[in-house]
């Protein structure tokens, strides 16, 4: 089973990823600290999915730049669900191969076809 790691603040958003995502473990965090924290101790994920801006301080930019730094925790996948362009932008400046999808958590899918 593939897991994946959603950066978003959003408790609304991140329910929505809970109901439109099948066969995947789901990890969330909430805050720059815990998602870096997240990344440390876990093997490597599948798939990370970034919003830019969060609430308890900080923005996604510095887990990029974290990755960036840290190559061998980077996945193939990276999507970056992020509503706010600029933001979206930045991230992918520090992770060039990442996708910009805004609407992604709306969307139905099985990972287990992936």
């Given at each position: 089973m593939k897991t994946i790691l959603i950066i978003e603040d959003s408790l609304e958003r991140n329910k929505q990823f809970f109901?439109?995502?099948?066969?995947v473990e789901i990890h969330t965090?909430?805050?720059?600290?815990?998602?870096?924290?997240m990344i440390k101790n876990n093997d490597k994920y599948d798939m990370i999915f970034f919003d830019h801006d969060l609430r308890k301080g900080g923005d996604a930019i510095d887990?990029?730049?974290?990755?960036?730094?840290?190559?061998?925790?980077?996945?193939?996948?990276?999507?970056?669900?992020?509503?706010?362009?600029?933001?979206a932008q930045n991230i992918k400046g520090y992770l060039k191969y990442a996708r910009i999808a805004p609407m992604i958590w709306k969307q139905k899918i099985d990972f287990s076809k992936l």
């Open positions: 109901q439109n995502f099948e066969n965090a909430l805050s720059v600290e815990f998602a870096i924290g887990v990029a730049k974290w990755l960036s730094n840290h190559k061998n925790k980077i996945p193939n996948n990276i999507y970056i669900h992020s509503s706010n362009p600029v933001g």
